[in-house]
């Protein structure tokens, strides 16, 4: 098989992973929208729960490597493109394609910049930093997140990186499914469609929680 297209089918099996996991972590982050007390009990005790369940710290695992797997290979292909004389290096498509599509290799770059910084900020306080325990008994990472966005400028860079995320998706998922084989032409406009508003729901809930944040607990 050629090895070009092994690793744009490894990159379209994880960019739809990474996509599903989003929505998990999407519908798992909107009880940060709970009045504090309650938000902060219950989002504690779910981040328990995920620390402590076996499967859900294998699914992390394939989580890290997807997100490792998607950046390599997005960047070999990158930059094999441009050695090549290939889209990335120089686009003359024009009106037929939509500019992000044309530049998913600086959206993507402007993401995983955004991922190491969310790692920083919660992960890697949560799981080595100094974090205190609630009320109940489990590590505060509800403090820690909303601590966190009473800084402005965090927030701001957090709505501009879901801003990035959309268009990044919007490209992604059509691009995927294509790659993948599951892309049938009677199906196209519903294929984007799904893609755009998955895309705009997920990435608008994302933004909103810290702006969120950051006037409740002003």
């Not at 940060?32 to 699914?59: H, R």
């Amino acid at each position: 098989m050629n090895t070009t297209l092994v690793r744009k089918i490894i990159m379209a099996a994880t960019g739809l992973f990474l996509c599903f996991f989003l929505l998990i972590h999407f519908l798992g982050n909107t009880q940060l929208f709970l009045a504090p007390e309650k938000a902060q009990q219950s989002f504690n005790a779910y981040s328990s729960f995920l620390t402590g369940n076996m499967l859900i710290k294998i699914v992390s695992y394939v989580l890290y490597l997807s997100i490792l797997l998607h950046a390599l290979y997005a960047l070999i292909i990158s930059i094999k493109n441009k050695k090549t004389g290939g889209n990335y290096a120089k686009d003359t498509r024009g009106r037929s394609s939509k500019w992000f599509s044309r530049n998913m290799g600086i959206l993507g770059t402007l993401i995983l910049i955004f991922l190491i910084l969310h790692f920083q900020n919660f992960w890697y306080v949560y799981k080595f930093g100094a974090v205190g325990l609630d009320p109940w008994g489990h590590k505060d990472l509800y403090t820690v997140v909303t601590t966190a966005f009473q800084q402005g400028w965090l927030v701001v860079i957090y709505v501009l990186a879901m801003i990035a995320l959309a268009f990044h998706l919007v490209h992604g998922i059509v691009s995927g499914v294509r790659t993948l084989g599951l892309f049938n032409p009677k199906f196209v406009r519903w294929v984007s469609a799904f893609a755009t508003v998955y895309s705009i729901a997920i990435c608008f809930g994302f933004a909103l929680m810290p702006i969120y944040i950051f006037f409740i607990h002003k």
